[in-house]
Structure formats: structure tokens, C-alpha cells
């Protein structure tokens, strides 16, 4: 059933500007329609691939955002103020690329546009859009993603424009643009972000539906009855229809300009289109992925009376009904300049500080801000404490930082004396305590972990430097975020995972709360760095390494319970090289592997070896991927295979990816077990000095009757017998 | 805001019992909720931890429940026929722990109870309640799963009642109830699943909604503002409210006799509670996670009536109270059994396949089912294809085959002719093509691919043996689905992910879909099997090994592109070893490992070293943990250590684990890259059979030069290059 059936909706009641269609613009309408849509479909029988069938289906909502509706300056993708488009349903790519070209982004050539599906691996046109292409703001593909992303870049902008304009300063004031599909509307993590955005009332930000009741598998009634509109409002949502989505562009403009200037809630524009119109499957699932074959675009062209023997043709009046975007857009950049001048002569150190924000521009001396080692606390302190003392330093000095909870902020321990929630400011709780308004940097994302990790990346995807997102949550509840973490790490983001509570030492709340196998994944993730610090000084290094680390995210791994501190071993420069050693010993028996949580058993195990006389070094490593890229002379001094003695990492997570650098492993083989915490499950698991030591010995003793060869190819679980 | 204040709905019309409230019956009411509330705040105290609050916020809904509504045998925790109650917001266990107590459950004796938070490493009570113990129908804990789960169990009574009930036969009728927090409702997860149980008008379903409006970090109205009431009725489902939920049993045993009774859709009961109620911290967060306090205890006895000097106590007319319940279960049972042989009467055929099924036994032969390697293609076929046979021939010959599919199943391929949508018979599709009953076998589950793994994992919970669900996305959409497949595994659910478009080979759709990291994952996931076939013979070997492991899950990770066939080398029973001898050869140079897509490099490979006059051996290696469990003998077997000749993976994902098994890898450092599908892709990467041979002709030279001895803790990535 079409939830337009069902649901009544305010209409637009805010005078805004009608678009008064001549039969000259009714006409050129109509061309541009059919050209983006012959276009389009040559675009996929090109190398007979790709999705034609939303970007068909969405041409009118295009022509009515990229020539009527968005601030945008095509010659300046960066341009600070300009309008913000995510395509979150991003396998309609071609949508996107073929408006960028016709309204003159300088990269979009013809040329690039028909690299689609091609072979040519400089290609700007990949089956997805992709944000280090000029114009894209965000990679999509994954669906929901974009939605979590655009509730991100609303917030950076709401949280920017509330931070630095002022009466008669209007500097900044733009929109996000999310356009989905109906995939992105069933997807948990757009579902969780709808529902924050409704609690936010980001004002700022408009989910444009192109509701054309058909995926990959057939129409969505297939899988969903709700009442869709109802349920946006319900999560605190305006909702304006638009019928008959497929072609009539006033209704469009008219409703995207309502979404512009209504500021109350955010704006759920739902738009009726068809899937592939024009083609031979339109309206059918087979439109989703399928080129229209050879015919099919002979037959689409001459049904909307375009010659079908040119191909990749677009009339000069196209291009010249767009040629005022430009212009437009370097008009609207002279403003904003202007602005931002005047702007600096009201408020000079506020418009200082903008401008370093725009320009991603930064203290440098942040890292001066840590406590210096001998400022430590020299007894037992848990990292989550630890990187809580850092948070508030940085967030206190840095205004880039904001930082995102997920409901267990009491415990994660991320916030600081003199943090505020981003909340919007006519929003009362029933406790009070924790009121706000758009200049809070804490946000408070209830428990959504998917969300909060794809509005992380729409916050630092806003632009390079502006926020420093950390987003907060137990390692385990990670898993939630997976695809959103993948996505941060993909595209370069500068994002800080603040993962606590990374040990079985968690106790009570037993297996469904002990992270075994989570840092295996992050470890293989490309381009992330899943950083383990052993105590508060290496816990300085994680944080200098992540915030340094511009084009990758990390997550730093923290304990809940106190771990020993070893001001006497411990680097925070170590951190930035992934190992090095901890505490060297000449002539050792054995290597040994200490990490987080754990190392304290490679130090005890140690001990208990020394009183048995045998000798062993201890290697803290943090840091696999940092490691990895330290130089083969290094990695041998701090390892030391050449003295063909074993190593032996001792970590109660899954082993997996340590046999690289270990011969034998002390780690876990199950889930976990609910268990006072610490010592008791822990201990339930074999990790106790004396049992560590006695299995060391054994293998030392081993090495020396057989030697290290014997080890190869047979790396020893431990502790396996607690399987 | 309180939904209710908002939202007007339906009372209870249909007439249902009505309690009659004697003074007799109000007092020991009474008795037992203060009971309750002590001993909750008891066993929090007696360990100084624990989660008392939403364990005495719902102490009413548990006498309901426990007492009066569920239908189920105390002394019979198996009972097939039973209610089944999952408890979504998994810390309140307690709640649970206790009522089983007083009604009866044998091996929850205060003893036990007791044990809760102790060091006893027998204890059945864990943190959060865990599926091994009786009583128990799903582990819960991290938020939002049980929904999913309850959806799961919904479906699996609503297709076996379907199946098996014929008129004056109604065997199978049981609800399934799921407790959830406030936590619950924000997870993505459970929003999937609420929109999929609305759309199948699952009406045996009920969630019960512990509305403290409280959770960990503070109220709810600082991260929530929707009016859920409103969003439950937008996504098809009744919704009741009850107001004053800490106490009014009489409403509370009417609205739940009313969600039990009416036909129609799932219903959502709006509880009203508070958190912690009578306790100091009642209505504050500081009650979800934290015991009372010596002095919290003691003054909660006192102000409730209670003897603060007495611990764990509970008064004989408390048991008393409850005593009917087990012969009431008792008599349930025998009503069942009765029926069941009357039903055995009158369909003796169906009512012996419905035994069966009921004591999760199957056809054994199932495995002769499968093709004969001589009967498999020999040309090219993808794995997603030659999976999609098996699939067709399982579900075909076994009833319990359920499979579950996200949009993506005309790609996916996981269907067979006959098969019929699991669907309300009532509910119509636009298409028409897809119509279904609740009979229908194949579950349309939409874009949501974290509830249809949370649903399989209720299928395979409802009872051992009778439902064999299967579920089906890309490799890479996995990812949405973490916690789930986690679940599945951590519970021993025999589940069997049917993961397609596993290797970069996707191409076009670029690094967004290439799972180049997610195997890690799997691979370090305890009891889980990811197996990863290379041909159609060893997809048959990896169906017998994942359908036979009845206390595992199993992903299977299939090609979206047509894989080389080996019907020379591979075999079915060699994945069951978790590797084997591919290609042997005496006095090889070097072996090579060969996985799934990327066998072929390994076998073209060898070709080039053997024009080059160097002599290859192939190992197949489906599956790491299956290899683990074999002997040290076969393993040596298998990859001759002992000749000292490197060993090198080639695969292209991330080569996290392999290191254990290989001193060289030819694998992906990147996400990957749009690029044409197959060939463009893996040559971007270097996958290319030369390219390949001559890095491992300079690592043979290397070897025979210096010694295998010169790779020990230099594990070489031959193509990293190409990050």
C-alpha cells in the first residue's frame, strides 16, 4: 500500500518562491529529463553494467536540486558553505556524476563520465561514489550509511553555526541533502540516525526519498508495510509528499525550498518516482542492475523522440540551461567571503578561529597539553581513566574536538569537568542535568552504536580538520559499528574510536560482553590503527599517534579495571612504532609479548621464569599496523630472531595475526565466561604467572633440545586446554 | 515527553479473563512484589554488583507473567509446546532468575540463585541469562538482539503451527513474549526486526516494554524524543499501554491476556515502570547498574515492611502462592500429549514428521542427496551458483530448511523452484509474483541483514533440530550483521550464513563491497566455521561439514564469478579436514595454499614455476578451524614443514591468520577498487599467474640460499606494493 494513502500531511505554508514555468522552461525541462535518461542508459549498455534504474527514475529530482535549489559553486567543490549532498543509495552514482557534468563541475568531463564501468583505473566515475573525487562529499554504497553520514554533517554544520555566528553574522547557513532509497530506509543504522535527527530537530538536514517501491528483489511490499511518513513523524520528522516525483519539477522545487526554510524539524521529503521510467522494465526490479540491452535504448530514445543512433549526446541547450550555476556559485563563494570579512571586523578573534577551523588549521603544541610521564599516577589506574584525563584535555583546548557517546558515558568515562551536550536548546530532559545546546560538543547518542559511528564520519567528512570526531562505547559493542568503522577507515577519515571495557576482565557480564575477537578484525581493517595501550604512558602514545594520523582512523583499546603502571618500562614513543622493547635482557631464553591489559602477566611471568633461571625480555606492542611500517632493521632489534629463541604473545583475545610476529600463544580460544572480574576470569583462563611460567619453561626447554626450527609451522596454543 | 500523553490507543475489546482482586489476592500480591524487591536488592548486595533496577521496575510484570499468562511447565523447561520468553534487556536477569525460583524451576534453587555474581564457576546465573541453562530460551545481553530472536521464535511457531495444525487439530499455540529496555528499542537491530514482525502480522508475538525511561547514562528523553507508541502502530503493530506498571497486576494480566487472545498483528505493551522502585535511587540511572548499599537494603526492607535483618528471605506463602503453577504445567503438558496422539490419528503421516521435528530429528541421508562429483559441471561455475543447487535439493528434501535472504537473492542465488515466501496469507505484494503463506519456507527480509541473522538465531533456538536456518547476503553485508552472527555462534546455534560475492572479483561496485577483512573476523570468531570452498566439489564438502555441526554456526563464503572446476584435485571430504593435499609433488620447491576464488592463482601459478623448471605443491585450505582440530600428524602431513621450503598463502583478503600456516603471502593490504569484475581487479593487485610466479621464484632462490631459517619473524607480503 502507498503510505501517501494513508497519512495526511501538512502541505508547504511558508511563502516561498514558485517556480513559474513558461512552456520555454516547461520545454527544456522536458529536454534535460530525457536527455539525463538516454544518457544514463548509453552510460550501463556502454560496457553492458551498472544501475540505471534509480538514476533514471531520480532525473527530475536532480534537475530541480542541482539547478534550482542547492548552494553549491561547481567550480569550488570545497566551497565551505555550500550545500551538502549525500547519495546514500550511492549504486545511483550515475544520478550524481551525470548532473555534475552537465552543470560544470571542472573534473566531470564527458570523458571521465563515460570512464563508468570502464577499465581505465584513473576513472572518477566508480560504481559508487567515492569522496576523494571532487564533489562527493561522503563514499556510499553500503545503504543506510549516508543517512548516519548526513546526520553528521548536520550536526558539524548546526554545531558550527551556532559556535560562530552572531546578530547581523549570518556566516554560515547551508543544507544536507541526503537522497536514499528504500534500501536505506530499512537498514538499522538510518533507522537509529532518523531517530536521533529527530531528537536534535536538525532543521539544517533533508532526507529526499526516492520512494520507487522496488529493490533488488522485487516491489518492497514484499518486505515492509509500514506507514513510512507515520513513523518519520513519529521519530519527530516533517514530511511533505511529492506525488508525482518522476517529472513534475515545481512540485519538487517548491517542496525543497519548504525543507530549505521551514526551521523546525528535519525534513522528510517523500518523492514518488518510478524505477527506470521511459525504459522496458520500468517499474520493475529488473531496473535496479540491469542495462536496458541494446534496444532497450533504441527503443527508450525513440519513445521520448531523442535520434536513437547518437549516443552520449547532450543538446548545447542543456548545457546552456545550466550555465548560470556557475556564475551563481562564485557569486555565492564572493559573498560568503564577504561575509566572513565582515564578520572578522565584529568579532575578530571568533573569525580568527573560524578561519583556522575552515582552513583545518590547528595548535600544533596539543601534544605539549599531555601529562608529562613523571605527572603520572604511579599506582594501579585503569586506560579508560587514563584517556578520560586526555579527552578532557584536548576538548578543553581544542575546540575540533567533539565527542559521541553511546549511554555509557558513566562508565567509558569520555567526558570532561566543563562538557556540553549538543542538544537543540528548546529541548528540556525530565533530570535537567544534562540540558544543552548547538554549541555542546558531546553528543549523547543513546544506544546506537551504528549511528554514532556513521555520524562520526559525516563530522570529520565535513571538512579536513574542522571537527576531530572520538566516538565512545565498550569494545565489544564495536560490533555494531562494523560497517560504519569500515567506512571511516576506507575513506581516510580522521575518526578516534574510544573502546573501553576490552578485556575478559569485564567479569560479570560474562561472554556476551568479552571481546575476543573484535581486535582481529580492526587489526586486518586496512588503513585503521587498532592501538592497545599497556598503561597511562602508552596510553599518551595511542593519542598522539591517533590524532596525528590525518588520513586514518583508530581505535584506541581501555580497560575498565586499574592496570599496573610501568613508568619504568613504558614509551609513549614506543606507541608511534607499533613495538619496541619493554624491558631487554641480555642473552635472554625467550620473548615475550606484552599488550593492554595483559602485559602485567608478561611482567609477572617473567619473574616467576627469573626464579626458575631462565632469562626473559619483554617486547610491549600496542600497535601492529605501526609496526608493520617501521623499517626491517628495527623490527629485527626489537624482535631478535636472529638469537632463535621463541617468542610467545600473551593476550586474551584470539591469536589470529600474532603467529606472524609469535611462535606460541597464551590467548583465547572461546568466549569468555561470566566471572567476578580480573583475577577470577582471568584466571578461569589459565592467565596466572605461575601457569604462564610453567608453560614457558616447557617450551624454552623444548627450544633448546630441538631448536627453533622444531617450532615452525606449529605454532603452540598455550593455554588450548581451556577450550 | 510520555508517549502516552500523545498517542490514543484501542483498549482491550475482546472479552478476556478478567482477575477478580479478592483482599486475600491483593495482599499476597502485594507480599510477593516486596519479596521480590528484597531479594533482588539481596543478591546485588551479597557481591556488591550487579543490575537491580529493571529487575525490580518489572517485579509486576514478572507475577503476571509467571503466575497468571505464560503458558509453559516450570518442571518441563523443554516443553514444546510452551511460551517462550525472551528477556531483551539481558542485565535484568535477575527478574528472571528469581520468579524461576518461586514457581518451581528444579535447578534454580535458591542455592543457585544465590550464586549470582559469585565465584562459583557452576553457577547457572550468570550476568546475563545464558541459553545452556534450563529455563532459558535465548543468551541475551548486548541490547536489541532479543527482539530479533523473538521475531525468529514468532516465526518458526507461526510456520510449524501453519505446517502442522489442521482443524479441531490445534496443536501448536504458544506466544512468544520479549522483555525490552529502553536500550532495546534504539538498537537498529531490533528497529529491523519490529518493521519485518509488523509486515508478516506476526500476531503470536508480543514485546513487553520496560519503560523506566531511564537508562545507564541519565533519562531517556536525552538522546529520545520519538513517540514510540506511534512509530510501533506506523510499522503494523497494536499497541497497548498500561500505566501504572510497578504495581496494577490486574491490568497488567489484561493486557497481556489480551495480546495473547486478539489475532490480528504483534502487540507492544507500553509498561510504564520505574527503575529501582522503592529503593533510594528509584527513577535514577544510578539504579540500572549499582547495588543498593548495605544501607540502601536495609531501609528498602524497612519501608516496604520487610525485616531488614533478614536476607535472602521468602515466606513460605510466597511459594504457596505460586504452587499451582507446576501441576498447571503439568496438566499442559498431558493436554499436549493428548492431542498429539489425536492428531497422530487423524494425519498419521504429518503428525509423524511433526514428532520428528519435535525431537529434532532428521532424515541422516540427507548428505546422499548431494551430487556426485562426477555429476557437477566441469565448466566454470560461480560458488553462489553451485551453493544454490544444494540449497535447492535441502530444502526440497528436508522440511527444516528455512532460508532467509536480504533483497539481494536474484544475485544471491539461495532459492529453488518450489519454494514459497513466508508471508501473511493475507498480505498481497504489488507484484503478485511473490504472494506467500506462513507455511512458505524462504524469509524476504528487506535490506536488514542484522535482524534476519538475529532471526535465524530464534529459528534455530525455537528447538534443537527443527528449524535449519540458512541466510543469505553479500560476504561484505556481513558486517551489518556482527553481533548476531556472534550470538549464533557464542550460542552454539547451528546457523549457516550463505555469504556470496566474497572475493574483490565484485569489481565494479569498488572497495565499499570488496570484503577484503571480514574473513578475520570469522576466522578468529570462536565456534564459528567459515569455510571458504574453492570449486563445486568442495561447496558440497563445505554443506556436509556446516549442516552436520550441530553445536556451531558456519559462514559459507561463495564467488560471485565463475571459479575454474577441479574435479582432478578437490574433494568434499577434504574440506571436512580443513585442508588437504590439492596438487602433490615430490621434492617440491615450495607449497603453495590455495582459497576459494583465488585457487586458480595457485594452480596457474604453479604452471608459470613449472616453465621456469620449479617444482609446486597445492594445499587447499577451506577452512582454518577445522585443520586446527585435526592431529599434529595429518596437519604435518598436509603441509610438510619438514622438507623446509617456504610455504605462501595466496589469497586476496587481508593475511591476518595465515601467517601461522605460511611464510609468504600473496594478499590485499587496500579495500580494493572499482574496477571490471574478475580479471582488471585481481591484475590491479598483482593476482596474475606471472606477476605471482616470479615473486615466488626470487622466494625459492632466497631459501635456497639462506635457509628457511631467514623467513622465521619475516613474514614477506609479496605484493604490498600495490598499497
Same mark, same amino acid.
Given at each position: 500500500?502507498?503510505?501517501?494513502?494513508?497519512?495526511?500531511?501538512?502541505?508547504?505554508?511558508?511563502?516561498? /518562491?514558485?517556480?513559474?514555468?513558461? =512552456?520555454?522552461?516547461?520545454?527544456?525541462?522536458?529536454?534535460?529529463?530525457?536527455?539525463?535518461?538516454?544518457?544514463?542508459?548509453?552510460?550501463?549498455?556502454?560496457?553492458?553494467?551498472?544501475? =540505471?534504474?534509480? $538514476?533514471?527514475?531520480?532525473?527530475?529530482?536532480?534537475?530541480?536540486?542541482?539547478?534550482?535549489?542547492?548552494?553549491?559553486?561547481?567550480?569550488?567543490?570545497?566551497?565551505?558553505?555550500?550545500?551538502?549532498?549525500?547519495?546514500?543509495?550511492?549504486?545511483?552514482?550515475?544520478?550524481?556524476?551525470?548532473?555534475?557534468?552537465?552543470?560544470?563541475?571542472?573534473?566531470?568531463?564527458?570523458?571521465?563520465?563515460?570512464?563508468?564501468?570502464?577499465?581505465?583505473?584513473?576513472?572518477?566515475?566508480?560504481?559508487?561514489?567515492?569522496?576523494?573525487?571532487?564533489?562527493?562529499? #561522503?563514499?556510499?554504497?553500503?545503504?543506510?550509511?549516508?543517512?548516519?553520514?548526513?546526520?553528521?554533517?548536520?550536526?558539524?554544520?548546526?554545531?558550527?553555526?551556532?559556535?560562530?555566528?552572531?546578530?547581523?553574522?549570518? #556566516?554560515?547557513?547551508?543544507?544536507?541533502?541526503?537522497?536514499?532509497?528504500?534500501?536505506?530506509?530499512?537498514?538499522?543504522?538510518?533507522?537509529?540516525?532518523?531517530?536521533?535527527?529527530?531528537?536534535?530537530?536538525?532543521?539544517?538536514?533533508?532526507?529526499?526519498?526516492?520512494?520507487?517501491?522496488?529493490?533488488?528483489?522485487?516491489?518492497?511490499?514484499?518486505?515492509?508495510?509500514?506507514?513510512?511518513?507515520?513513523?518519520?513523524?513519529?521519530?519527530?520528522?516533517?514530511?511533505?509528499?511529492?506525488?508525482?516525483?518522476?517529472?513534475?519539477?515545481?512540485?519538487?522545487?517548491?517542496?525543497? &525550498?519548504?525543507?530549505?526554510?521551514?526551521?523546525?524539524?528535519?525534513?522528510?521529503?517523500?518523492?514518488?518516482?518510478?524505477?527506470?521510467?521511459? !525504459?522496458?522494465?520500468?517499474?520493475?526490479?529488473?531496473?535496479?542492475?540491469?542495462?536496458?540491452?541494446?534496444?532497450?535504448?533504441?527503443?527508450?530514445?525513440?519513445? *521520448?523522440?531523442?535520434?536513437?543512433?547518437?549516443?552520449?549526446?547532450?543538446?548545447?541547450?542543456?548545457?546552456?540551461?545550466?550555465?548560470?550555476?556557475?556564475?551563481?556559485?562564485?557569486?555565492?563563494?564572493?559573498?560568503?567571503?564577504?561575509?566572513?570579512?565582515?564578520?572578522?571586523?565584529?568579532?575578530?578573534?571568533?573569525?580568527?578561529?573560524?578561519?583556522?577551523?575552515?582552513?583545518?588549521?590547528?595548535? /600544533?603544541?596539543?601534544?605539549? &597539553?599531555? =601529562?608529562?610521564?613523571?605527572?603520572?599516577?604511579?599506582?594501579?589506574?585503569?586506560?579508560?581513566?587514563?584517556?578520560?584525563?586526555?579527552?578532557?584535555?584536548?576538548?578543553?583546548?581544542?575546540?575540533?574536538?567533539?565527542?559521541?557517546?553511546?549511554? *555509557?558515558?558513566?562508565?567509558?568515562?569520555?567526558?570532561?569537568?566543563?562538557?556540553?551536550?549538543?542538544?537543540?536548546?528548546?529541548?528540556?530532559?525530565?533530570?535537567? /542535568?544534562?540540558?544543552?545546546?548547538?554549541?555542546?560538543?558531546?553528543?549523547?547518542?543513546?544506544?546506537?552504536?551504528?549511528?554514532?559511528?556513521?555520524?562520526?564520519?559525516?563530522?570529520?567528512?565535513?571538512?579536513?580538520?574542522?571537527?576531530?570526531?572520538?566516538?565512545? $562505547?565498550?569494545?565489544?559493542?564495536?560490533?555494531?559499528?562494523?560497517?560504519?568503522?569500515?567506512?571511516?577507515?576506507?575513506?581516510?577519515?580522521?575518526?578516534?574510536?574510544?573502546?573501553?571495557?576490552?578485556?575478559?576482565?569485564?567479569?560479570?557480564?560474562?561472554?556476551?560482553?568479552?571481546?575476543?575477537?573484535?581486535?582481529?578484525?580492526?587489526?586486518?581493517?586496512?588503513?585503521?590503527?587498532?592501538?592497545? =595501550?599497556?598503561?597511562?604512558?602508552?596510553?599518551?602514545?595511542?593519542?598522539?599517534?591517533?590524532?596525528?594520523?590525518?588520513?586514518?582512523?583508530?581505535?584506541?583499546?581501555?580497560?575498565?579495571?586499574?592496570?599496573?603502571?610501568?613508568?619504568?618500562?613504558?614509551?609513549?614513543?614506543?606507541?608511534?612504532?607499533?613495538?619496541?622493547?619493554?624491558?631487554?635482557?641480555?642473552?635472554?631464553?625467550? /620473548?615475550?609479548?606484552?599488550?593492554?591489559?595483559?602485559? #602485567?602477566?608478561?611482567?609477572?611471568?617473567?619473574?616467576? *621464569?627469573?626464579?626458575?633461571?631462565?632469562?626473559?625480555?619483554?617486547?610491549?606492542?600496542?600497535?601492529?599496523?605501526?609496526?608493520? $611500517?617501521?623499517?626491517?632493521?628495527?623490527?629485527?632489534?626489537?624482535?631478535?630472531?636472529?638469537?632463535?629463541?621463541?617468542?610467545?604473545?600473551?593476550?586474551?583475545?584470539?591469536?589470529?595475526?600474532?603467529?606472524?610476529?609469535?611462535? !606460541?600463544?597464551?590467548?583465547?580460544?572461546?568466549?569468555?565466561?561470566? *566471572?567476578?572480574?580480573?583475577?577470577?576470569?582471568?584466571?578461569?583462563?589459565?592467565?596466572?604467572?605461575?601457569?604462564?611460567?610453567?608453560?614457558?619453561?616447557?617450551?624454552?626447554?623444548?627450544?633448546?633440545?630441538?631448536?627453533?626450527?622444531?617450532?615452525?609451522?606449529?605454532?603452540?596454543?598455550?593455554?588450548?586446554?581451556?577450550?
Amino acid at each position: 500500500m502507498d503510505s501517501s494513502e494513508r497519512s495526511e500531511h501538512t502541505e508547504p505554508s511558508d511563502p516561498v /518562491t514558485q517556480l513559474q514555468l513558461t =512552456p520555454e522552461l516547461r520545454e527544456i525541462h522536458d529536454k534535460v529529463l530525457r536527455t539525463v535518461r538516454c544518457l544514463v542508459a548509453d552510460l550501463c549498455q556502454q560496457y553492458d553494467g551498472g544501475h =540505471p534504474g534509480s $538514476a533514471m527514475g531520480m532525473a527530475a529530482l536532480g534537475l530541480a536540486l542541482y539547478k534550482y535549489v542547492m548552494c553549491y559553486s561547481p567550480g569550488n567543490p570545497r566551497y565551505f558553505n555550500r550545500d551538502r549532498l549525500v547519495l546514500s543509495n550511492g549504486h545511483a552514482c550515475l544520478w550524481q556524476y551525470v548532473y555534475m557534468h552537465v552543470v560544470g563541475f571542472p573534473t566531470m568531463t564527458m570523458e571521465h563520465l563515460r570512464s563508468y564501468h570502464s577499465s581505465d583505473r584513473g576513472s572518477i566515475c566508480p560504481g559508487h561514489p567515492e569522496i576523494q573525487f571532487d564533489g562527493i562529499e #561522503v563514499s556510499t554504497g553500503p545503504l543506510g550509511q549516508g543517512v548516519g553520514n548526513a546526520v553528521g554533517l548536520a550536526i558539524a554544520s548546526r554545531h558550527l553555526s551556532a559556535t560562530y555566528n552572531k546578530p547581523h553574522h549570518n #556566516v554560515l547557513d547551508h543544507m544536507i541533502w541526503c537522497v536514499v532509497g528504500d534500501g536505506c530506509l530499512q537498514e538499522g543504522v538510518s533507522l537509529e540516525a532518523i531517530q536521533l535527527a529527530g531528537h536534535w530537530k536538525l532543521d539544517n538536514l533533508a532526507i529526499l526519498y526516492d520512494n520507487n517501491g522496488v529493490t533488488c528483489a522485487g516491489t518492497v511490499d514484499l518486505t515492509t508495510s509500514e506507514d513510512v511518513n507515520a513513523r518519520m513523524e513519529a521519530c519527530g520528522w516533517q514530511v511533505v509528499d511529492v506525488v508525482d516525483g518522476v517529472d513534475n519539477i515545481s512540485r519538487l522545487v517548491e517542496v525543497l &525550498l519548504y525543507a530549505q526554510h521551514n526551521r523546525q524539524k528535519p525534513t522528510f521529503v517523500n518523492v514518488r518516482t518510478i524505477i527506470g521510467y521511459g !525504459a522496458w522494465f520500468q517499474g520493475k526490479n529488473e531496473a535496479h542492475g540491469n542495462p536496458l540491452g541494446v534496444d532497450g535504448v533504441a527503443n527508450l530514445k525513440r519513445q *521520448l523522440g531523442m535520434n536513437p543512433k547518437t549516443h552520449f549526446h547532450i543538446d548545447e541547450d542543456v548545457y546552456r540551461f545550466f550555465a548560470d550555476v556557475g556564475p551563481a556559485g562564485r557569486a555565492r563563494e564572493a559573498r560568503f567571503a564577504k561575509e566572513v570579512k565582515a564578520y572578522g571586523q565584529s568579532y575578530p578573534v571568533l573569525a580568527q578561529e573560524f578561519v583556522e577551523r575552515m582552513e583545518g588549521r590547528w595548535n /600544533t603544541h596539543w601534544q605539549h &597539553l599531555l =601529562p608529562a610521564k613523571k605527572d603520572l599516577p604511579s599506582s594501579k589506574v585503569a586506560s579508560r581513566v587514563s584517556a578520560g584525563e586526555i579527552i578532557a584535555l584536548l576538548a578543553q583546548h581544542l575546540p575540533q574536538v567533539m565527542v559521541t557517546s553511546c549511554d *555509557l558515558q558513566p562508565t567509558t568515562n569520555m567526558s570532561w569537568p566543563t562538557s556540553k551536550a549538543f542538544q537543540c536548546p528548546v529541548h528540556d530532559t525530565t533530570s535537567g /542535568t544534562t540540558s544543552g545546546d548547538y554549541t555542546g560538543r558531546y553528543l549523547h547518542c543513546g544506544v546506537r552504536e551504528h549511528a554514532m559511528a556513521a555520524i562520526a564520519n559525516g563530522l570529520a567528512a565535513f571538512n579536513a580538520g574542522t571537527v576531530l570526531p572520538f566516538t565512545s $562505547a565498550f569494545l565489544m559493542f564495536y560490533g555494531y559499528a562494523v560497517p560504519a568503522v569500515r567506512m571511516g577507515a576506507l575513506q581516510g577519515l580522521r575518526i578516534i574510536h574510544l573502546a573501553t571495557h576490552d578485556s575478559i576482565a569485564i567479569g560479570y557480564d560474562g561472554p556476551t560482553h568479552q571481546p575476543v575477537e573484535i581486535a582481529s578484525l580492526f587489526r586486518a581493517m586496512p588503513n585503521l590503527l587498532y592501538i592497545r =595501550p599497556c598503561d597511562g604512558e602508552e596510553t599518551c602514545g595511542a593519542f598522539m599517534v591517533a590524532v596525528a594520523a590525518e588520513k586514518a582512523s583508530s581505535v584506541i583499546s581501555l580497560s575498565r579495571h586499574g592496570l599496573v603502571q610501568y613508568p619504568q618500562y613504558s614509551s609513549r614513543g614506543g606507541v608511534g612504532r607499533g613495538a619496541y622493547v619493554f624491558i631487554e635482557e641480555l642473552k635472554a631464553d625467550i /620473548t615475550l609479548i606484552g599488550v593492554g591489559s595483559e602485559m #602485567v602477566f608478561a611482567v609477572e611471568a617473567r619473574k616467576k *621464569l627469573a626464579e626458575r633461571g631462565f632469562k626473559a625480555r619483554i617486547v610491549s606492542f600496542p600497535c601492529q599496523r605501526l609496526f608493520e $611500517a617501521e623499517s626491517r632493521q628495527y623490527r629485527e632489534t626489537v624482535m631478535q630472531y636472529d638469537q632463535n629463541k621463541p617468542v610467545v604473545i600473551i593476550e586474551a583475545y584470539a591469536v589470529n595475526g600474532w603467529e606472524r610476529y609469535a611462535d !606460541a600463544g597464551y590467548s583465547m580460544h572461546t568466549f569468555g565466561k561470566s *566471572l567476578p572480574p580480573e583475577d577470577q576470569v582471568y584466571e578461569f583462563f589459565g592467565f596466572e604467572a605461575n601457569c604462564i611460567a610453567s608453560k614457558l619453561q616447557d617450551l624454552i626447554a623444548e627450544v633448546n633440545q630441538s631448536g627453533i626450527r622444531s617450532l615452525r609451522g606449529d605454532f603452540r596454543d598455550l593455554n588450548v586446554r581451556f577450550v
